[in-house]
């Protein structure tokens, strides 16, 4: 409860940036405000201080937000700032301000003079301060932008934010540890590796992004988006980015090539990719029936993986189709990827013609391709064309893109291989890989088919019903 004849004061103290992190300037403000309350003999109730925290962010400012509070509740009858751009830099929040002190009966002094926001002229001088305060911040803000733009086309690196994945903390100069793991993962990705494979080999490797906390970190600190967020960023492959646009090169060492992180892009930004979903075993979606239907990952009465033909997906209903244990059917086509990588000359065996493609250019083709399919399909939602010209004009874009996959299935053979044929311990490095990887690269190598056993015929071989085919 109020005692009768005294003056409770709240003292606000904020500054924007704290670079030193002493609270050195807040500490300034208090050494002139408390000496302020105490010659007029003001009691005060607390000191609100918000330190490194600008109020023309957007951002909350939780000491300024209780002491409007305990204003509004009758806590307090005046508020003491150093001046009126430490309180509010917006008009828009001086006009809450001055509604609430108004009905609470609360007045604000400053010791650039006192306010009495309940006269027609102490709102107006209120309104001036802080009318020059929003006008100097948005200059300051312009002035920023323009510096930030001249700074990106001058090939400079922003280092006024969290450190990049892949450099160290100037920014510039790349992590071994972390560059290589980007680098990996880009090649992973042109190999037929998925994001979600990459972000379980970063949290293998004990990588966490920099922003975050120190202590223990999260079984995996790796998401789909972060990962995307790396791959796809252009300062990886070196290049100076404004809002978005790439406006030149930078300053700091390139992680990957320009034409590898636009292929990988290309992959990543591709509208018909899908994110796939989790891969549980080796073969399903990838093996063959000898129907032709596609083998589904699938428990066996038992309960142990098994392989089957995709029930959703025959179309022969009179035959027999495969159902059968999967691991010895993985072990079998692992024996035999192996035994051929392991072989001096595998990465002539899997030459590819013609291996200058020109991997971004094709990506590049096959948007425009898709980009213009849309376009005709909106016309033809408006009567611009006949549906006989959509589907002829349709029929032959998505000729055209198969052909540019094949292109590309072919240009990507070799980054599927990379590190594996004919080089160093390939068990070893074989069993390192995420399975979407072996996948992919069982995929390049040949087409597994598996037919059915039948009754009563259990001490077949592997060999006996399992085919595989050489692609090359």
């Known amino acids: 409860m109020k005692e009768a004849g005294l003056t409770r004061a709240g003292i606000y103290l904020r500054e924007s940036k704290d670079k030193a992190g002493d609270a050195h300037n807040v500490a300034d403000q208090l050494a002139v405000c408390k ?179 120190y202590g223990p970190l999260p079984r995996n600190p790796w998401n789909r988006e972060s990962v995307r967020a790396i791959l796809t960023n252009p300062a990886i492959a070196g290049l100076s980015v404004y809002k978005g646009e790439v406006v030149g090169s930078g300053d700091w060492q390139p992680i990957v090539s320009e034409d590898m992180w636009r292929a990988v892009c290309g992959i990543l930004n591709d509208p018909a990719r899908k994110p796939p979903r989790g891969v549980r075993t080796l073969l399903g979606g990838l093996a063959r029936c000898k129907c032709g239907n596609v083998i589904s990952g699938s428990p066996t009465t038992l309960g142990a993986p098994g392989y089957r033909c995709q029930p959703s997906t025959r179309t022969d209903k009179t035959v027999t189709h495969v159902q059968t244990v999967a691991a010895p059917v993985d072990e079998f086509v692992e024996t035999a990827v192996l035994e051929i990588l392991s072989k001096p000359d595998a990465l002539a065996l899997f030459a590819v013609p013609g291996s200058d493609v020109d991997v971004t250019g094709l990506q590049a083709r096959k948007l425009a391709i898709r980009t213009r399919l849309d376009h005709l399909a909106a016309d033809y939602a408006e009567g611009l064309i006949e549906r006989s010209a959509l589907l002829t004009a349709t029929e032959r874009g998505r000729a055209e893109i198969a052909a540019i996959d094949a292109e590309l299935a072919e240009a990507g053979r070799g980054n599927v291989l990379d590190g594996l044929a004919g080089e160093g311990d390939v068990r070893a490095a074989w069993k390192a890989l995420d399975s979407s990887r072996k996948r992919a690269v069982i995929d390049a190598m040949m087409t597994v088919t598996l037919a059915p056993v039948g009754r009563g015929r259990r001490a077949l071989k592997v060999g006996d019903f399992v085919t595989l085919t050489p692609r090359f």
């Open 35 to 213: 000496p302020y309350a105490t010659d007029r003999g003001w009691h005060v109730v607390d000191v609100f201080t918000d330190n490194d925290l600008s109020a023309y962010s957007g951002k909350r400012r939780p000491a300024f937000e209780s002491m409007m509070k305990l204003a509004d509740a009758g806590g307090i009858d005046v508020i003491i700032v150093r001046h009126m751009d430490r309180l509010v830099r917006r008009l828009a929040e001086l006009e809450d301000v001055i509604t609430r002190c108004e009905k609470a009966g609360v007045r604000i002094v400053t010791l650039a003079g006192s306010l009495d926001l309940s006269t027609p002229s102490g709102r107006l001088n209120g309104r001036l301060l802080a009318s020059v305060a929003q006008h100097e911040v948005e200059q300051k803000a312009e002035r920023q932008v323009s510096a930030n733009e001249q700074a990106a086309k001058r090939g400079q690196r922003r280092k006024g934010t969290p450190r990049p994945f892949g450099y160290q903390d100037d920014h510039v100069t790349p992590d071994p540890a972390e560059a290589a793991a980007v680098e990996s993962a880009c090649r992973m990705l042109l190999g037929g590796g998925t994001v979600s494979g990459i972000a379980r080999e970063w949290a293998r490797l004990g990588l966490r992004p920099p922003q975050a906390p």
